[in-house]
């Protein structure tokens, strides 16, 4: 055997960014994880013939040492895989697995192993166990949730930073506190990098960015999804500027991939300051409960320039974001259900904006009735229902995934399939706010509608709106511009578009909602349908006003004039008769119709005139 006496150099926790990692704003970065736990020298068996040249001898009392440490190995019977991790923690106190002096090819490959074993293991059993006692699994722990069994393929494992100054040369752990690479999930690639907070905290420095960098840009190459398991600390302020520019390259690749294959974060711990604008321009953004946070300026910035005192958890927790802000699509209990439900949204998402979405097996008949839903929407427009359970009932085997499920919930957007094809559901919402449109539930539909048209996934329009939202807050909020984003979403929309009007579809928001006057390819209508400028009631006091003031008995002459005006303008077939309904349906017969066009529209080609891009209205 042949010992390797290097420099200590265990790695440990930068000071963190100004803007995330140890201010007392950012949660658990001021904590730096136990590196070593092993002696000072480190013996790696040495393949093959003895080398020429024999290593220098270990001091006495050196000696003894690793005679009592293979004593020790002795008693415990320890396995091969366990001893080449005690000898991967025993030279991370030594430093580096490197010199060892092998006669043969064999030498260099048990060399290669314990290196492999030094980087994979990391920092040691007590920063896992701090990882673990914060309620976090470690960055690896979680690529092998996320990914098939077996399939994780890494890169640049055994990259490490080249900075100096401030101590950084005498900490250089290998993978920089970020694990990239790829693998399969259900048999398809997708790259993914995961902070490792046990490492500097997760901070991002040079050769960390670089990592990032690569893997992102292999992503876009190869055009397969891009997975970010989030759980660092900010920039790596003792690399200064270079830090910060490694952000700079992360948003640039981020805006690159937009639309052109499908980007995820997953939040798992802080992300703080401008770390935080790579989940904001990715597609989907997931948080776990209690662990994960993000905001720009923490609570001691917020307290020292408001006066507010506030939580981590209640500035930028998942439940925050996924109810108030609309930054989180996704908030769970635990990182193993919020894993797996990424699993289930990549099954339904394309590698890419070059090919359709995965189709799936489908048991459920596509013919099959539901008669249930003739009793589910009442006529009466003025009831409210819950238009989930009507989308359960039309989608194959109930199963639907809400997208935003807690932010507007006065809408719906969702991920489902029909006759076993992925398609795209926006929603009224009759149960919250009589599924009026408003700000919130404007943004939330144009964003969903535009990722949906990005990645060839049909949209099925459910109507049932009485308008938009009226009020002061709403006009001055800006509701005309907000509103115009999912018109401009819509009208800009190349894949197959049908809509639905179940009961009511009044005023703008009728337009909006992916009228055919706005390129719906197919219109449908249940017979309950009520398409007009305005309800009734409404409609009456204004055309009507001077008569019913004028009458004996106005209210008996009011009723009389909304009755009139409803049969004249607003029963079932008006729009059929006029051409902007393509048919009138048997509700029970929705998830057939549905499915024959979506069928025929499969293979739909639209262009769109000749532009850079187009200017959508903020």
């Known amino acids: 055997m042949t010992t390797v006496l290097e420099p200590a150099a265990p790695a440990a926790q930068t000071a963190p960014a ?11 970065a001021v904590e730096a994880p136990e590196i070593t736990e092993a002696p000072e ?51 991370q106190a030594a430093g580096e697995v490197r010199g060892v002096r092998a006669g043969d090819a064999r030498g260099r490959v048990a060399e290669l192993a314990a290196v492999r074993a030094l980087a994979q293991g990391g920092p040691g059993r007590r920063a896992t166990a701090a990882q673990h006692a914060r309620g976090k699994l470690t960055a690896r722990e979680r690529i092998a949730l996320l990914l098939d069994e077996g399939s994780f393929r890494e890169v640049e494992q055994l990259r490490r930073h080249r900075a100096v100054g401030f101590g950084l040369e005498d900490k250089r752990p290998y993978t920089d506190g970020v694990v990239t690479g790829w693998g399969t999930v259900e048999g398809r690639t997708v790259f993914v990098y995961a902070h490792d907070f046990r490492i500097f905290g997760g901070a991002l420095g040079e050769a960390h960015a670089a990592k990032i960098h690569k893997v992102m840009d292999m992503a876009l190459a190869a055009g397969a999804p891009l997975v970010s398991l989030n759980d660092g600390a900010g920039a790596r302020i003792q690399e200064g500027v270079v830090a910060l520019a490694g952000y700079g390259g992360i948003f640039r690749r981020n805006t690159c991939a937009s639309g052109v294959i499908p980007q995820i974060s997953v939040m798992l711990g802080p992300c703080a300051g401008g770390a935080a604008y790579s989940p904001a321009l990715s597609d989907f953004v997931f948080m776990v409960r209690e662990t994960a946070q993000m905001f720009i300026t923490g609570p001691e910035v917020v307290r020292a320039v408001t006066g507010e005192e506030i939580s981590h958890n209640g500035l930028g927790g998942a439940d925050v974001h996924a109810e108030t802000s609309g930054v989180c699509h996704f908030a769970y209990d635990d990182e193993e259900t919020c894993l797996a439900e990424v699993r289930y949204l990549l099954s ?30 009442p006529a009466d427009t003025s009831r409210p229902y819950d238009m989930a359970a009507v989308i359960a009932e039309i989608v194959d085997d109930g199963e639907v995934l809400e997208v935003h499920e807690r ?13 076993g094809q992925v398609v795209g559901i926006v929603a009224n919402q009759p149960q919250v706010l009589a599924g009026v449109l408003d700000i919130e539930a404007s943004e939330k539909a144009a964003r969903f509608v535009q990722m949906c048209d990005a990645f060839h996934i049909p949209l099925l329009t459910l109507l049932d709106v009485p308008g938009f939202l009226p009020g002061v807050d709403q006009e001055h909020g800006g509701i005309i511009r907000h509103g115009a984003k999912l018109l401009y979403a819509y009208c800009n929309a190349t894949v197959p578009r049908i809509s639905l009007i179940l009961r009511k579809a009044y005023g703008g928001a009728y337009i909006v909602m992916d009228s055919q006057s706005i390129g719906a390819d197919l ?94 209205p903020q």
Request: charged residues 25%; hydrophobic residues 40%.
């Open 407 to 419: 932010f507007a919930r006065n809408i719906i957007c969702a991920l489902a399939r029909l006759d």
């Open 523 to 616: 219109t449908y209508a249940w017979p309950t349908n009520e398409i007009a400028v305005m309800g009734a009631e409404g409609a009456a006091n204004v055309v009507f006003r001077r008569q019913i003031a004028a009458a004996e008995d106005p209210e008996a002459t009011r009723a009389r004039l909304i009755e009139e005006y409803r049969q004249a303008l607003m029963h079932p077939y008006y729009a059929a008769e006029r051409g902007l309904v393509d048919d009138v349906i048997d509700p029970a017969r929705t998830r057939e119709v549905l499915i024959g066009a979506l069928a025929m529209l499969r293979s739909k080609h639209a262009d769109l005139p000749a532009r850079k891009h187009g200017n959508p």
């Open 41 to 91: 020298a480190r013996q790696v068996p040495a393949a093959g013939p003895a080398p020429a040249q024999q290593a220098p001898q270990a001091p006495p009392d050196q000696q003894a040492q690793e005679t009592q440490a293979a004593q020790a190995d002795q008693k415990t019977h320890k396995t091969p895989a366990a001893q080449a991790a005690q000898e991967a923690r025993a030279a």
């Open 348 to 377: 339904l998402l394309p590698a890419n904006n070059r090919t359709p979405p995965p189709a799936a097996v489908c048991t459920d008949p596509a013919d099959r009735a539901a008669p249930r839903l003739v009793d589910m929407v």
């Open 18 to 28: 100004p803007d995330a990692p140890q201010t007392p704003e950012t949660p658990e």
